[in-house]
């Protein structure tokens, strides 16, 4: 009888904090423009510039962004996304790119996130923080380039007006 009880409580706990991931008052939502300056790449070029920005709409987070990268080359995805562990279809804007992104809140200020490409590889896996005050954004990720070589980052974001 206490196993059911301490099970049911951890899997309440989870629940709460999924709803206080994704909520109105999530401290990611807004514009936020890449501080290339304050950010670090190894094992690859830096991005020239980035923006994105998150809304909360019907109880999804809806994720723009816009990325040019190192060579010039011009990114972006949009998507729809809700923190129940399901994967979820990033669409590229500017490429015919597919790939699947699950949330996992850690906290109200914390997420981690895994990207996948539709036939099931791991992509990337990231850890994004907003500060307490909510000024800044800071996003660390690990993947692998074409060649299977790592790579990793760790971006520094304003909130802007």
Do not use: H
Request: charged share 20%; hydrophobic share 35%; net charge positive.
């Amino acid at each position: 009888m206490l196993r059911v009880a301490v099970v049911a409580l951890v899997a309440s706990l989870g629940t709460c904090s999924a709803a206080l991931a994704q909520s109105a008052d999530d401290p990611s939502l807004g514009a936020w423009k890449l501080n290339v300056a304050k950010s670090t790449y190894t094992g690859m070029a830096p991005n020239k510039s980035d923006t994105r920005s998150y809304e909360f709409v019907d109880g999804w987070l809806v994720v723009t962004t816009e990325t040019v990268n190192g060579a010039g080359n011009r990114s972006g995805v949009r998507f729809a996304a809700k923190f129940d562990g399901r994967e979820y279809q990033q669409v590229g804007r500017f490429a015919p790119t597919v790939a699947l992104i699950t949330y996992k809140p850690i906290n109200k200020f914390t997420l981690q996130y895994t990207v996948r490409t539709t036939a099931g590889k791991l992509d990337s896996t990231s850890t994004r923080t907003v500060s307490a005050d909510g000024k800044t954004m800071t996003i660390e990720q690990t993947s692998t380039d074409a060649t299977g070589k790592p790579v990793s980052y760790v971006q520094v974001w304003d909130r802007q007006p």
